[in-house]
């Protein structure tokens, strides 16, 4: 994103220079500088939880934008992931401490014959950004897998990747259960992954598809925010 | 059918291939160029005639939600010169049955399967083996010799290799489906299961379903 050649001094930059340059070291995957501009401005005394969304989730929106735009593809988006993952790694035990608003909590999980996870772990680390506690069941799961998570977890969301056309369809297994089992109504159905799309999502009865990491996160916080009306205006 | 020239794998990958321009009452397969080579050999096996390839550049194996739209306009463009028959030589793909969707509306017809790699298999065996090799990244002979290009270049791992457990971290086998016995092919993709740190099968295939389907549009 930067041509500038010259070494910029991260500590010398004013806050809001700093976290333009963490918007465009995070662009560029530069994970030590992003290390480096966390411990910044964690000694500026700025909160956990304003470093992780101004610095780090910010840049990771713009990321997204250009990864939809098509101006960068899967291996920038990887190395910025990288990066953020890394200032992450720094913030999260520090937020546990500080707190900082939950939005809600989400089971997520490759379905059961699929190992492809790069998406859904772009999803776990952007939803653990915009506030929601992640509990990421991993790769290839069966229908238990999940019934069990999300009952355990006390979960608002249940989220499912794939990215063979051959699993998709799994993702119905695991819906038609949770309908049979009466339980499908307590939670937030969110499915992605690069085969699938809107009509695929509609047609095995989630609430919605999710395009990309972004999208996940946008409706995530729009159902969370449907449920609390809800149960606002019930009681 | 008069010989075609078959163009450098480098071509197939990026460019694709176009035949001549009149297709009138002719048979046309539409491919993915990653299948070129094989196909062709099977009409010249099999004496086939009547049938002309073209193909869209293997390159989009790595861009699969751009598949279904070239296909179509594939499709639009072989009418247009005449085509009286086509056929699609192109698996799922990673469309998501878009690519389905699309050959009813058009009614072509589609060669069966979710990949290209399931149908050198044969669907059948394929699928009894999937959970079984769950962790299988699978190699066709093009995909050997195009390994640089398509996979390690298309992924974006020369220039960071530190990515490769990113994308491979959860598989752990290359699965070299040979279609034809070359010790130098082999030698390509025992070396890219080395590159990505996987172990390495090798599995003879031959041409699998792709041979039944093409003798079939040669029939119609």
């Known amino acids: ?235 | 059918m008069a010989e075609t020239f078959l163009p450098l794998d480098s071509v197939l990958t990026e460019e694709g291939l176009c035949a001549s321009s009149d297709l009138k009452d002719k048979t046309l397969l539409i491919a993915c160029g990653a299948l070129a080579r094989e196909i062709l050999a099977i009409i010249k096996i099999n004496g086939l005639q009547g049938l002309i390839l073209e193909c869209l550049p293997a390159l989009l194996h790595n861009r699969p939600d751009k598949i279904t739209d070239a296909v179509r306009t594939k499709i639009h463009d072989a009418r247009s010169r005449g085509a009286s028959k086509i056929f699609v030589v192109y698996a799922d793909c990673g469309t998501g049955g878009h690519l389905d969707t699309l050959c009813m509306e058009e009614e072509v017809e589609r060669i069966e399967g979710p990949h290209c790699y399931a149908f050198f298999d044969g669907l059948d065996v394929f699928a009894e083996r999937a959970e079984e090799e769950i962790g299988a990244f699978y190699l066709t002979d093009f995909l050997a010799r195009q390994f640089d290009t398509l996979i390690w270049k298309g992924m974006g791992l020369d220039r960071h290799p530190d990515l490769r457990d990113m994308y491979f971290g959860n598989y752990d086998r290359v699965v070299y489906q040979a279609q034809t016995d070359d010790p130098a092919l082999e030698k390509k993709a025992r070396a890219a299961a080395e590159k990505l740190g996987l172990d390495f099968v090798k599995r003879e295939t031959g041409y699998g379903e792709l041979a039944t389907f093409i003798n079939k549009a040669a029939s119609v």
């Open chain 1, 1 to 235: 994103m930067s041509d500038e050649e010259e070494d910029i001094i991260l500590s010398e930059l004013s806050d809001e220079e700093l976290v333009q340059q963490m918007h465009d070291d995070l662009y560029d995957g530069l994970k030590d500088e992003i290390l480096e501009g966390v411990n910044i401005l964690l000694e500026r005394e700025w909160t956990p939880y304003k470093v992780l969304t101004e610095a780090l989730v910010e840049g990771m929106r713009i990321v997204g934008i250009d990864f939809r735009d098509g101006i960068l593809f899967v291996p920038e988006v990887l190395l910025a992931a990288n990066a953020m993952k890394a200032g992450m790694g720094i913030l999260k035990p520090l937020l546990a401490e500080t707190g900082a608003p939950k939005q809600g909590k989400m089971v997520i999980g490759t379905v059961k014959g699929d190992i492809h996870d790069i998406g859904k772990n772009l999803v776990s680390m952007m939803m653990e950004g915009a506030g929601f506690e992640v509990v990421d069941l991993g790769i290839n799961n069966p229908v238990e897998n999940y019934i069990e998570a999300i009952e355990k977890e006390d979960a608002d969301i249940l989220g499912m990747s794939a990215l063979l056309t051959t699993t998709m369809p799994y993702m119905k297994v695991v819906i038609d259960e949770m309908k049979a089992k009466g339980i499908r109504e307590n939670y937030v159905v969110l499915v992605g992954g690069a085969p699938l799309n809107e009509e695929f999502g509609k047609a095995i009865g989630a609430d919605a598809y999710c395009r990309d990491a972004a999208v996940a996160v946008e409706t995530a916080k729009e159902y969370m925010a449907q449920r609390t009306h809800n149960q606002s205006a019930s009681s």
